[in-house]
């Protein structure tokens, strides 16, 4: 079954997210686009749509959750899935996944994994977690990508 994918995504610090979405674009042969390059009529054009960005201080983006904010109650149908970076954990991804069920979509999934974050107090010392995301955690993300296929 053929699937067809858009991924929007917020890549701002060090391409971490950028990265983690080129790895699931080429599994889901999807395109890449920023909330603002994207209207939520052309959402309908999809049946799968992935919402990613940096967590900064436990949250996604402010344009990512912007334009998730944006979306109309029951407007949508199709899958989603949230994905993001973050040098630590994010608590919790629950809030942007309630949102995008209440616009109509069935969430799919989440993939998160560590990106290089050199936001404060970490940026003081060079940032934490350098070299993320590994070439591990890519591969996860494909697989990630295939299993929604």
């Not at 799968?48 to 344009?63: A, K, M, P, W």
């Not at 993001?84 to 608590?91: E, I, R």
């Not at 942007?96 to 974050?117: H, I, N």
Request: proline share 6%.
């Amino acid at each position: 079954m053929s699937t067809n994918a858009l991924l929007i995504c917020v890549s701002v610090s060090h391409g971490n997210t950028r990265r983690v979405a080129d790895a699931m674009a080429g599994i889901l042969d999807a395109r890449i686009v920023e909330p603002e390059e994207v209207t939520v009529a052309d959402l309908a054009d999809y049946d799968l749509v992935g919402f990613g960005s940096g967590i900064f201080y436990q949250r996604f983006h402010e344009r990512l959750r912007g334009f998730v904010e944006d979306l109309p109650p029951l407007g949508l149908s199709g899958r989603a899935f949230v994905f993001g970076t973050s040098g630590f954990p994010p608590l919790t991804t629950k809030p942007l996944q309630k949102r995008l069920e209440a616009a109509g979509l069935t969430v799919a999934g989440e993939f998160l994994c560590r990106g290089y974050d050199t936001s404060p107090p970490f940026g003081w010392f060079g940032g934490a977690k350098k070299d993320h995301p590994l070439d591990a955690d890519l591969d996860r993300a494909e697989s990630f990508a295939a299993a929604l296929k």
